[in-house]
């Protein structure tokens, strides 16, 4: 969503005018599951049911990130304008900070005395802090002239994160037992992920750019195109690979595995590449088409030097879109036996090892956003400042 | 006009053929045992079609129902100006969460709420809410300040312009919001119901697990059937509330 | 050097051009005028091959059309068009030098073009060079757009209603320096409009078009005088008189011989110089000859003060420039309710006055004066950008 730059403006300059009600309620998020909910949960082995802690049962560290927790609520309702700027970045640093120690003294204290299987996991309280914390570091974002103290608050959770997994225990939370169980089986599914990701999206983009480029010039083919690919974006992903089973199998091929995987998601990424590539190009402006071709431009010149720079940025929207979407997609693709982090996640459900669930989800997100990131950041990069 | 109306009959027809297909049992018993000869169970046991496709569309209308009922007035509030301080958060929220993969979504739920249909459908309303809130703000935020000036001119309250002038005029953009997150829902319940949640997951499951093809053709079918004829019923209503040009 | 043999266009049912036939001269104007369907834009779009003519033949400098393929034979024609058509994700001389890009030249000669006509176009090229086409007003857009039709020095330009989407005044100021560029350049022009003042203004010769059929083709003073049927006389207008001042610069008319007082603005002085003035109006000038307001003999003479005696102005606001035509310097003084306006240079400098009078006589005398300034607009006094 692109903010209207007017009304964005007001916005921007809400937070001068006595309580930041985004850091406020970013705060009051933290205090209420500091409080409420369970920071951590105790098990006896991995898959038993266990038992919530507040932050509070953590000992001296839980009260601090309360502590914490509180006093970036005062700051946002009661700090001055002026230096609430300055605070607030560090006020999300502390709580960074804090919640990972309270998270490392939790288990250190709950596993103390328990057998080796026992385990201490993250819970919703710890999630909904990290919330917190995070809606506190975007308030923050919206102080002018505060952009040191940002950067130095940046460093000091970095900082205070790496003391709390080193030396306060975070280590003995239970998805860091879970990853040194299953270091190799977790970095072959990151492996295969990416891999079948990145390669049905390589091929998504070879064959849906030039299907893009030849219906702007092919009537039938673009309403046929743009008409299939769009009807199978609605399937549903696992309904897809089912269907797919049957066609492989009449060709003799494998109904399982790789194949029918790369197929899917292939099929899935077309749609976002080619509906792109299609506008980018179609919305070119008519009168710079004909001053090209006025001036002698063949049409491939005319669409290397005119149209291409111009629909690139578009272009690269629609692989965004589809990379996304398709490292999403990667997890199911798990259920036609291929080795992604779908398995990890799949397998958790199967045996409700919450651990495992995370191992496998976490990665997935951090590569979403990851790609999604990098591929803004190329689209921005392939913009000519002229269309800026 | 006349066209907007054959459309609506088309679709209403495919819908109502969908609903007698899934009521005929028989039909799909007949068709998977011709197709699947060799096996001796050929039809999902656990459900009838008609079962699995009641479920699945009770996940599907209670998350969308609840993305409804919180994702419209989120969407709106951060257009007024009592909200508008978080538009930016909600905005930038709604872009990041869009970015989240549905199955971690579902996975992420799992250990704060458990498995069956009930984490299903807390997992589905959310995610369902990113589409929903994005194009309410883009909607309302698209219809011109001129339009507002006039209304406002004329002495029309808030309510009233949000109701009789905004809504109407930002109708068609948050439709195709609602209608991309119902089709997300649809895909993402098949594969919640290895969480147990039901629905037309279930056969496409059992079956892969079991290596009974004709359960996985089951589902399959009915869950692409499923998709495409609540995908174009939304598209005619994005088109019918789209106000007329 | 252009030659249009029984051209025609057929769409279907509908024919666009038919039985054209037209030669335009060397390093002349051709306007193709007409109201919007007569079919002057498909004829110019047909000379580049933009559309295919159904029959007939069209031969630029001795060679058809048809000979070359079509991208060759247009990066040879220059070609400008109302919505200008920059990329907008090139710069400004980057846009320049589109056609030399095509023809293979090295860098440093394309940068040392871009530079040259970006000056031949009144742009500072140290300012526009790398500006972005967004950054650029309308005006400034067509000039760019004109610089990179001119950017390989093709013999031929191809105009389609380049001025049609400006302002007026930007149109005016354009059009003046268009028509110094091509004193320059002496380019073999077809361009189209549907501004009849434009055409005359422009014209060496006006090609009258309408469904598709040439109506005339002759010089803009033939067409006004003797249209050749009632179609021609009713598109050209009623004004005819005026419309022929739209051929007709200030320098042709000018009264360079003002009485003028520079430095000394002693309330004696100002006396002084009104007694020996025969003139109602001694013009103010500043110490470089830039106009700075006048005052008026007269009402000294009738016991005003010299100070309300003295108008002071801008001279960017209540004067013309030698190029401007004297439709528009009528325009402006009826304007500005006088009945003479000053002529002044780029910089201000006066140049001297143009009177009501003159421009009466040239109105009933008008051939005279056409006859002494060739090619309408030619002449001396070098325009300002």
Redesign the interface.
């Known amino acids: ?1 692109t ?2 730059a007017a ?2 403006a ?2 921007a300059q ?2 001068e005018r006595g309580i930041d ?2 850091a406020a ?1 970013g705060a009051a998020v933290a205090v209420v599951a500091c409080l409420l909910l369970p920071l951590t949960v105790f098990r006896a082995n991995r898959i038993v049911a266990g038992s919530p802690h507040t932050a509070l049962s953590a000992g001296p560290a839980g009260w601090i990130l309360l502590a914490v927790c509180v006093a970036a609520l005062a700051v946002a309702a009661l700090a001055r304008p002026s230096v609430r700027g300055r605070v607030l970045p560090l006020s999300a640093a502390a709580l960074t900070v804090a919640l990972a120690w309270a998270l490392g003294r939790a288990a250190v204290t709950l596993r103390a005395g328990q057998p080796v299987i026992s385990r201490v ?1 993250i819970g ?1 309280g710890a ?1 909904l802090v990290a919330a917190g914390c995070t ?1 506190l570091w ?2 923050s974002r ?1 102080y002018d002239g505060a952009a040191s103290f940002r950067r130095a608050a940046a460093g000091l959770a970095a900082a205070g994160f790496a003391g709390a997994a080193l030396i306060g225990g975070l280590g003995q939370l239970s998805i860091v037992t879970e990853y040194g169980d299953r270091t190799a089986e977790f970095w072959a599914a990151v492996g295969t992920h990416l891999t079948l990701a990145g390669g049905s999206l390589a091929l998504a983009v070879l064959i849906g750019v030039p299907l893009g480029v030849l219906s702007l010039r092919v009537r039938w083919l673009r309403t046929t195109t743009l008409g299939v690919v769009g ?1 199978i974006q ?10 797919l ?2 066609p492989l199998a009449a060709l003799g091929l494998p109904g399982i595995g790789p194949l029918p995987g790369v197929i899917a998601l292939t099929l899935y990424a077309l749609l976002p590449i080619v509906r792109n590539t299609y506008v980018g190009l179609s919305g070119v ?1 008519p ?12 049409g491939s ?1 005319l669409l290397l ?2 149209e291409a ?2 629909a690139l940025p578009l272009v690269i929207e629609g692989v965004r879109s589809a990379a ?1 979407l398709v ?3 990667a ?2 693709v798990a ?2 036996g291929v080795g992604t982090l ?1 398995v990890l ?2 397998e ?2 199967g045996v ?1 090892a ?1 651990d495992l ?2 191992l ?3 990665p ?2 951090v590569m ?2 990851v790609a ?1 990131a990098g591929l803004r950041a190329l689209a921005r990069a392939a913009t ?4 800026r | 006009m006349k066209r907007r109306r054959t459309g609506l009959a088309a679709v209403a027809a495919a819908a109502v053929a969908f609903a007698y297909l899934v009521s005929r049992q028989d039909w799909w018993a007949a068709a998977l045992t011709r197709l699947f000869p060799t096996l001796t169970q050929a039809v999902f046991p656990s459900a009838t079609v008609a079962d699995l496709v009641t479920q699945h569309l009770q996940i599907v209308l209670i998350s969308s129902a609840i993305t409804l009922l919180v994702g419209l007035p989120l969407g709106v509030w951060v257009t007024r100006p009592s909200g508008r301080a978080f538009r930016e958060l909600v905005a930038a929220s709604v872009d990041f969460g869009q970015t989240f993969p549905p199955v971690a979504v579902l996975a992420l739920m799992m250990p704060l709420l458990g498995l069956g249909t009930s984490p299903a459908i807390v997992a589905l309303s959310l995610y369902g809410l990113f589409p929903v809130v994005s194009n309410t703000v883009a909607g309302i935020e698209a219809v011109s300040p001129s339009v507002l000036d006039a209304a406002t001119g004329m002495g029309m309250g808030k309510w009233r312009i949000l109701f009789t002038v905004e809504f109407p005029l930002a109708a068609r953009v948050i439709m195709a919001g609602i209608r991309t997150s119902v089709i997300i829902n649809i895909g993402t319940a098949t594969v919640a119901a290895a969480t147990g949640a039901g629905g037309l997951g279930s056969p496409i499951y059992s079956g892969i697990n079991l290596q009974n093809g004709a359960w996985v053709l089951e589902g399959a079918v009915a869950a692409a059937l499923l998709a495409m004829v609540a995908d174009s019923v939304l598209a005619q209503v994005e088109r019918a509330v789209a106000p007329t040009a | 050097m252009i030659r249009l043999e029984n051209v025609m266009k057929r769409y279907g049912e509908t024919t666009a051009v038919r039985g054209l036939s037209l030669e335009v001269a060397a390093g002349e104007i051709c306007v193709l005028i007409g109201p919007s369907g007569c079919g002057k834009t498909t004829t110019l779009r047909m000379i580049n091959r933009l559309i295919e003519p159904t029959s007939g033949r069209i031969v630029v400098d001795g060679h058809d059309v048809t000979e070359q393929s079509p991208e060759l034979l247009r990066r040879g024609l220059g070609y400008v068009i109302q919505s200008v058509g920059l990329f907008p994700h090139l710069t400004v001389a980057d846009n320049i030098v589109t056609v030399p890009r095509l023809l293979g030249w090295d860098r440093g000669r394309m940068d040392a073009r871009a530079t040259e006509l970006l000056a031949l176009v009144g742009l500072d090229p140290r300012e526009y060079a790398d500006k972005y086409p967004r950054q650029l007003s309308g005006g400034e857009a067509q000039r760019v757009g004109v610089a990179r039709a001119l950017a390989a020095d093709p013999p031929v330009l191809l105009m389609d209603e380049p001025f049609g989407a400006v302002d007026p005044l930007t149109r005016e100021r354009l059009q003046a320096e268009f028509a110094r560029i091509q004193r320059e350049l002496h380019k073999t022009v077809v361009f189209v409009t549907h501004d009849v003042d434009e055409a005359i203004r422009l014209a060496d010769r006006i090609a009258v078009m309408r469904d598709g059929q040439l109506q005339q083709y002759d010089t803009p003073e033939q067409i006004l005088d003797h249209p050749a049927n009632k179609f021609v006389h009713d598109f050209m207008g009623a004004d005819r008189a005026l419309k022929r001042l739209g051929r007709v610069r200030v320098d042709a008319v000018i009264r360079a011989d003002v009485p003028v007082l520079s430095a000394n603005r002693t309330a004696d002085a100002i006396a002084e110089r009104a007694a020996c003035s025969e003139s109602r109006f001694v013009y103010l000038v500043d110490a470089d000859h830039r106009l700075e307001g006048w005052f008026d003999c007269r009402a000294l003479a009738n016991g005003a003060s010299p100070e309300s005696a003295i108008t002071t102005v801008d001279w960017r606001e209540v004067a013309v420039r030698p190029d401007t035509s004297l439709k528009e310097a009528l325009s402006r003084m009826l304007g500005l309710g006088f009945r003479s306006i000053s002529v002044v240079d780029g910089t201000g400098v006066l140049l001297g006055i143009v009177g009501l009078a003159d421009i009466e006589e040239t109105m009933t005398d008008s051939d005279a004066h056409i006859a002494s300034v060739p090619g309408g607009l030619g002449g001396a006094g070098e325009a300002e950008a």
């Open positions: 969503m903010p209207p009304e964005n007001q916005v809400s937070p009600r985004v309620f996991s919703a999630w809606v975007f308030a919206s009807l609605t399937v549903p992903s696992l309904a897809l690979l089912g269907l089973v049957f402006d009168a710079i088409v004909d001053a090209g071709r006025g001036m002698g431009m063949s010149q030097r005119v720079p111009l996304v490292i999403g997609i997890a199911v259920f036609v779908g996640v799949f958790g459900w409700q919450d669930i995370l496998g989800a976490v997935m997100v979403a956003v999604d000519s400042p002229g269309i």
